[in-house]
């Protein structure tokens, strides 16, 4: 590569990214190999990201047919493909990507995914969210929980320190559900109103008595299952709401 340099011709590698990862690029290269030129020695993590595309977003990269990790240092005449996150399927043998495969998914959210917590939690996931948190704090708390970090942000997602993330394609939270639970494969894990929407928390059978404080007359009149979050306090029971809640 150096005699190339001294030569004045500029090393080259050729790229091509599959599937959602496209989404990432300018229009004219995506779903196309295309080269791209260099003169610095940078892994193949700087590069791909160089692009647009998170290295969250990314579960295995083959250079001339062989998978490498991020650290793998790009060189003259490579052929560089980029493949996304795997999450239905677990090839973390063959990538060595990710030291912590998310097999079983729980979630933190930025600031700007209020709803989507609420939604997540309805459904039984392990969701963190809080309204007023630094992008500093969440990438922490997702590399030191193993968390996936979800976010419209895809800088936040660049950060060295996440592991494991997905940037959000739709912008209303229904449709923001719906892609996340496609996307990670998360049908047969939902656990619907196993979970506080308050606070997280797992919530735990509950007798009349033990609620009775929180609930108005006509509703210990006309309900006899109840719910409580062991943290928070609060109480929960299959009212009118329920219905739209489920659908």
Same mark, same amino acid.
């Given at each position: 590569?150096?005699?190339?340099?001294?030569?004045?011709?500029?090393?080259?590698?050729?790229?091509?990214?599959?599937?959602?990862?496209?989404?990432?690029?300018?229009?004219?290269?995506?779903?196309?190999?295309?080269?791209?030129?260099?003169?610095?020695?940078?892994?193949?993590?700087?590069?791909?990201?160089?692009?647009?595309?998170?290295?969250?977003?990314?579960?295995?990269?083959?250079?001339?047919?062989?998978?490498?990790?991020?650290?793998?240092?790009? *060189?003259?005449?490579?052929?560089?493909?980029?493949?996304?996150?795997?999450?239905?399927?677990?090839? +973390?043998?063959?990538?060595?990507?990710?030291?912590?495969?998310?097999?079983?998914?729980?979630?933190?959210?930025?600031?700007?995914?209020?709803?989507?917590?609420?939604?997540?939690?309805?459904?039984?996931?392990?969701?963190?969210?809080?309204?007023?948190?630094?992008? !500093?704090?969440?990438?922490?708390? +997702?590399? *030191? !929980?193993?968390?996936?970090?979800?976010?419209?942000?895809?800088?936040?997602?660049?950060?060295? +320190?996440?592991?494991?993330?997905?940037?959000?394609?739709?912008?209303?939270?229904?449709?923001?559900?719906? !892609?996340?639970?496609?996307?990670?494969?998360?049908?047969?894990?939902?656990?619907?109103? +196993?979970?506080?929407?308050?606070?997280?928390?797992?919530?735990?059978?509950?007798?009349?008595?033990?609620?009775?404080?929180?609930?108005?007359? *006509?509703?210990?009149?006309?309900?006899?299952?109840?719910?409580?979050?062991?943290?928070?306090?609060?109480?929960?029971?299959?009212?009118?709401?329920?219905?739209?809640?489920?659908?």
């Amino acid at each position: 590569m150096a005699n190339r340099v001294l030569a004045g011709v500029m090393p080259v590698a050729n790229f091509r990214f599959y599937a959602e990862l496209n989404d990432f690029l300018l229009s004219e290269l995506r779903f196309t190999e295309f080269a791209c030129g260099f003169l610095d020695v940078a892994t193949v993590k700087d590069r791909i990201q160089s692009f647009g595309v998170p290295h969250t977003e990314v579960d295995l990269i083959l250079v001339n047919g062989r998978p490498v990790d991020f650290a793998y240092r790009v *060189q003259d005449g490579d052929r560089i493909s980029v493949y996304p996150v795997f999450e239905a399927f677990d090839i +973390s043998g063959l990538t060595r990507l990710r030291p912590h495969p998310l097999r079983d998914p729980r979630f933190v959210l930025d600031v700007h995914l209020g709803r989507l917590a609420r939604y997540l939690r309805m459904s039984g996931f392990d969701t963190l969210y809080q309204n007023r948190c630094t992008d !500093e704090r969440l990438a922490e708390v +997702s590399r *030191q !929980e193993h968390r996936i970090l979800l976010t419209r942000d895809v800088g936040l997602l660049k950060r060295s +320190s996440v592991t494991h993330g997905y940037c959000l394609q739709a912008t209303k939270p229904r449709q923001q559900l719906v !892609e996340v639970v496609g996307r990670f494969d998360l049908v047969r894990l939902t656990k619907p109103f +196993s979970r506080c929407l308050r606070c997280n928390t797992l919530l735990v059978e509950a007798g009349k008595d033990q609620v009775r404080r929180q609930l108005f007359a *006509q509703v210990a009149l006309l309900h006899d299952e109840f719910q409580r979050c062991p943290d928070c306090g609060r109480a929960y029971w299959k009212g009118g709401h329920f219905r739209g809640m489920r659908q």
